[in-house]
């Protein structure tokens, strides 16, 4: 089992940045990729942003290009999401998706992100 801590969530004005963190924890010893996803309220969850565990390749959803930037510490087991020139449209839960190379993925719990016009 893995279990994930995901934080820094919270109000943004437009224009202004976050930075979520996703702690990993348990049997981490078959990470794959790290990744972050969001769900805005009435819409289907949509893929953010991935990383590969070992070789660092990233990966970007068009409408984050440019202003999201994922990265993470092998050794505290933990992805970052930095958020950058927010938009109103940025506003969903944040979730956190562990992949194994297993084939298995957990998630996290999930974390509010609120940008105001």
């Known amino acids: 089992q893995v279990q994930l801590v995901e934080s820094g969530g919270g109000l943004v004005q437009a224009g202004g940045s976050l930075r979520l963190s996703c702690a990993a924890s348990?049997?981490?010893?078959?990470?794959?990729?790290m990744s972050w996803y969001r769900q805005a309220p009435g819409k289907e969850r949509e893929f953010v942003a991935t990383?590969?565990?070992?070789?660092?390749?990233?990966n970007y959803a068009d409408s984050v290009k440019g202003r999201f930037t994922i990265s993470r510490d092998n050794a505290k087991n933990t992805v970052y999401l930095q958020m950058n020139s927010l938009k109103p449209e940025d506003t969903a839960i944040y979730y956190c998706?562990?992949?194994?190379?297993?084939?298995?993925?957990?998630w996290g719990q999930g974390t509010q992100v609120t940008v105001s016009s």
């Open positions: 998706n562990y992949y194994c190379n297993t084939g298995r993925d957990y």
């Open positions: 990383i590969n565990w070992y070789g660092g390749s990233t």
């Open positions: 348990g049997r981490t010893f078959n990470t794959y990729s």
